[in-house]
């Protein structure tokens, strides 16, 4: 039994950190309207990163967790306007361009990862690292906590944000009619741009985290790319609130399938749970209004 | 007119020569001829009928386990023998995958395939029998040089395949017009669920797998290797349906090997072809000359079953049609109910048309006669009511099956197939209709509605009015008996509407019968026989022009009502 | 005060050419109303008008001030706000938000004090503040998106078919609403649909039929019903 409870609190503690990665990507689909392939990439960047900056100047990881936002906050400013231009282009269906565009970012990103960095793995050690939380017979590594405390805060923040500042309010209009926010004075092109940005740099640090906690290597970025698809797919795109609860189903299941079943066979779960989802709950996909 | 972007073509035949004249041991050369041959197959699904798929790699390790295992000890099949077992074996599972997967649209069918490829790949990597992570290994069969000329001969006839099988066949123009407008497609009778389906299976069982297993004889069966073919799938889509286009990316990473590919030699490789598939991304369509006006062949080689069903001949004559009384009515609608949310767009409507009757539609926005054209045309259900045309009722067909019956619509925002030619545009309509006769026919449309000077120019260069004639020639390809006209001369130049109102006029001769939508009540009095006037869902008055036009509900329609 | 000024305007969708070069002028402190069947292109006029359509030809001035060569997004700068049709609300955004957004390029404080005299001033709104604009009724919203665009003080409202949708009680009321406006110095354009019940408030009016204007002057000028009917179904 409290094999059982250890395993569900591990995923809990997961959950949290893969809350953080979907609710990035969930916001840039709604305000964009692109599916980014290439979200698994940006936490894979995101732990190289924060691995070189922890390598070259010895500061714990967890005080590297700005720096990598404004860095990865900045280039997703400077891709959101290619990402757009390409979905709003002359091309034969547009959102598919889009998509293939964000594929093709991502194979660039893995690419030049493998060629820069090899195949070895690197991971990052954090001053958290030895400890451990002990309490009701289940142990939690004291890495875990902190790492599901910062992805607390960072939504928490993320709401905060979305929720209580003008900046928020504009986004949120920006995503439920295009054409209206416009018309309020809203630079819409500029909005978007910044939620890529936000999105970037909030899944830069999920990566420097997941590099403390696991380790990173360039084939990396495929897992997390299906965690962000199942989270938002179950959620429903479109439902903030929903991704709050399937990042936490993701994170239990990941920990139940290790566990119980098999470690090798995690994706595969996974992977199989996202197809059926998609094949019978289409609609799941399709509920959020646009403009 | 010739379209040719010169530095992607030469780009393209500097890579062949330089990668293709010397057959050296260099592993990467035939490996080109594979990833080309893969990507013309990919091509087929999503470079063709615009469903992009990330998972056809999954198929090419169906296919390539299934044969490997068959050759290995347990088995020992011989080499012909597995590899047909191994094509079908692919084919077998995109059958079984692709039906549930193409309902889907767009983003969620890629992340659908990319899910059930992945989903492969860790199968591959868990199972004994696919050896796990170290993958098969089996001796080779072939020489070296043998090896490369069989796949140069294998990846030169794959093109010719594809070539013929796609550019010109009617098949080919069926998977463009799903791309281009799916719904049209519908429309013009293409039952674009079968065709999709079809496609899928080709694109993954096909012939390649020949090539595919000769290559990876001498190479491990590995499942990572396999899922770097997968993702190189996608660079292979230059310029979407560009026969031409598809190995130019493979030919740029293949120039950039070292011999004696390394592992992280092989991703600087997908690199710069990513880098060169950006650039080239910007010139998609200008790879290859635009397609000529040729005669289309005549006999369909690629799409089995292919049902030769349809309205009458191209050169059929007023009196083989319109033989019905003038008390039976050619089309005839009752109590026709749809509701959108809680918005209800007809409202119980009931009229019918007799053969060889002009019928005008009119009526304020929103008062629900575009959707009636789509229930009449099937592409919506209706809620109640029912639809009966030439005696039969068709209320809930599909729109392909309505299509095919002899209903032919045009609609009120062009749905003109943007990507191909005018004359592209006007074969795909008989597709499914009498496919010989269709250039000639064609060449009568384009000088009929004076197109013949923009028979060469894509479909979304045409200006609104170009467009809206355009559609109407569609139309008219299929010779229907019923044709539904939704503000077709809305935009078109004067001098063209006239053109326009003759040919209508002169087919209602011929014995075709009209509904027109219009807002322009000049023609609908000079056109129309009778006039049915629509609001808020529901037919307020019907009769001639100048019965409609004193009748205090229409007018109240358009001037609105009085409160007080 | 300085008008709205449109001269030969051209502009379409994609490639089809919707208007042939339209003239019209609407003066601060009255209601011009621009009406048309269907397929006319009123709707195109004020969505151009209002950057939401690109200009092809022609011109749109407030004062000494070309407007169609603007965004969308600056043209509220310059005092001009348009009521799309149905209402445009954010439907997950509570009518407190939603009018907020209205003063989305105001300091805050000001939009504060303006929101707070709008909501006084319409106690129907008042008293949904906090729900969600789209479980509104299609009165409601068309008041809030009303309320929303006021909230900027605009010297210009554009009205894309108020009445559209509306009960015929909504729709008097919400005549005489925008009729109160101009008593503050607001000028109105507005497309209209329901040409009996805007002739009301209107003070100049235009007949727009098949992207061309027909007929410009004052409600006086309009002998009667049949000239309009005849106008409309002439073509």
Partial sequence: MTLFIQTIANGLLLGGLYVALAIGFALAFGVLDVVDFAVGQWVMLGGFIGYFLWKWTGIDPFLLLPAVFVLFGGAGYLLAPLIMRVRTSRYARPELMVLAFTFGIALIMRGGALTAWGFNTRSISTGLGGMTLQGGGIALPGLRVAAFGFALAAVGLFFLLLYRTRFGLAVRAVAQNKQSARLMGIDVERVSALVYALYAGLTGMVG???????????????????????????AGMGSIAGVLIAGFVLGVLEALTAVYVSGTLTFLVVFA??????????????????? | MCDVDWPSQGCWCCSVCRSGATPTSSVSQPAFFL????????????????????????????????????MG??????????????????????????WPTLRLRGAYFAIATWAFAEMVLQLANVLRITGGTAGLTLPPLLDERLFYFLMLGGAVLTYGLCFVLLERSRFGYRLKAIRDNEIAAETLGIDTTRVKLQAFVLSAGNHRSFWRHLCLLDHLYQPNQRARRGHYRPDGRHGLARRLGAPVGPSDRSSKHVPGESPVLEPVGEYHGLHCRA??????????????????????????????SGPAPATGTAHSRGGAAMSTPLLAVEGL??????????????????????????????????????LISGVLRPDAGRIIFRGQDITGWKPHQIARLGIGRTFQIPAVFTTMTAWDNLLTAAVEADWAHAPQRAEQLLALLTLDAVRDVR???????????????????????????????AGVHPTLRTVMLDVVRELRRSGTTFLVIEHDMELVRTLCDRILVMDFGEVIASGTFAEIAAHPDVIEAYLGRRVS | MTGLQVRDLVTGYGKVEILHGVSLDAAAGEVTCVFGPNGSGKSTLIKAIAGLNRVWAGTVRLGEVRLDTLPAHHIPRHGVCLVPQGGGVFPQLTVLENLRLGGYLLPPRVVEERVTALLDAYPELARRRTAPAGKLSGGEQMLLALARALVAEPRFLL???????????????????????????????????????????????????????????????????RQLMALYLGG
């Fill in chain 2, 73 to 98: 000890e347990r088995f020992g099949l011989p080499f012909a023998g597995a590899l047909v077992v191994g094509v079908a074996a692919a084919g077998v599972v995109a059958a079984l995958i692709g």
């Fill in chain 3, 159 to 225: 009205l894309d078919e108020p009445s559209a949708g509306l009960s015929p009680r909504r729709v008097a009321e919400t005549f005489e609403r925008i009729a109160a406006l101009t008593a503050r110095g607001v000028g109105i354009l507005m497309v209209e649909q329901n040409i009996r019940e805007a002739m009301r408030i209107t003070n100049r009016l235009a007949i727009l039929v098949g992207g061309r204007t027909r007929f410009t002057g004052t409600p006086a000028d309009v002998a009667d019903e």
């Fill in chain 1, 273 to 291: 749970v996202l197809y059926l989802s998609l094949i019978l709950f289409p609609q799941g996909l399709a509920r959020r209004g646009r403009s």
């Fill in chain 1, 208 to 234: 420097v985290l997941m590099a403390a906690i696991y380790s990173v290597t360039p084939e990396v970025g495929v897992r997390y790319t299906l965690f962000a698809f199942f989270v938002v797919v179950l």
């Fill in chain 2, 459 to 489: 479909a979304d260069s045409l200006s609104g009015g170009q467009q809206k004639l355009l559609e109407l020639g569609r139309v008219l390809m299929r010779n229907p008996t019923l044709i539904l006209l939704d503000e077709v001369t």
């Fill in chain 2, 279 to 308: 650039w080239c991304r910007h010139r998609a369509g200008r790879l290859v000359p635009a397609r000529r006006p040729g005669k289309p062949l005549a006999a369909d080689t690629a799409a089995p079953g292919a049902a030769r």
């Fill in chain 2, 35 to 70: 990833w080309a041959g893969l990507a013309c197959a990919w091509n087929i699904v999503g470079g063709y009928a615009g469903y992009i798929s990330f998972g056809h790699s999954a198929f090419f390790g169906i296919g390539a386990y299934a044969a490997g295992i068959l």
């Fill in chain 2, 337 to 374: 109910r749809k509701t959108f949310g809680g918005i209800v767009a007809v409202n119980g409507v009931r009229f019918q048309v007799a053969p060889q009757e002009i019928v005008g539609i009119i009526g304020p926005n929103g008062s629900g006669k575009s959707t009636l054209f789509n």
